[in-house]
């Protein structure tokens, strides 16, 4: 889908604002490994992709179920989400689009502390009773830095 560069200023600035919360509530959930308020940022049936080979994961069980354990051996984390910008808005569904910096530190690992990832998120919002949620993620990383086995980066889903 081709981008409107001036859809944001048509979107009641509220809505615009509602939207940037749900992405920003998702990086201070990530960041403090809160999986409940995780949880309130999708919707149960969530499609998201972290890129090749994490994902895509069906439902909000199994994305927590990586990320809970992903980002657990951390020390800490910090994704950073900058330029925001609505693709598509129609009072009941949403396509946004924002940069990522997520910086991964585990400070004892012996090949290096951190890791870096960049990349962009694009997320399809639904409307829900109780607000705006994203029903399905993609990140694509655009480029990396640092150790890749500070958390499990190479990680591979379970034979099932």
Known sequence: MPADNNLDAAIPPSEWIALHDVVMKYAQAIDTKDWDLFRTVFVDDIQLTYGEPW??????????????????PLD??????????????????????????ALLVKADHPDGPFLRVIGVYVDDF???????????????????????????YEWSRPEQ
């Open 55 to 72: 994902g895509p994961f069906d439902g909000i069980d199994e994305v927590v179920s990586f990320v809970d354990p992903f980002h657990a």
């Open 76 to 101: 800490g984390s910090r994704h950073s989400t900058t330029n925001f910008q609505v693709l598509a808005y129609d009072g009941s569904t949403a396509i946004t689009r924002c940069s990522v910096d």
């Open 126 to 152: 639904v409307r829900q009773p109780d607000g705006w949620r994203i029903k399905n993620r993609e990140f694509t990383r655009l480029w990396d830095e640092g150790n890749p086995n500070v958390a499990f």
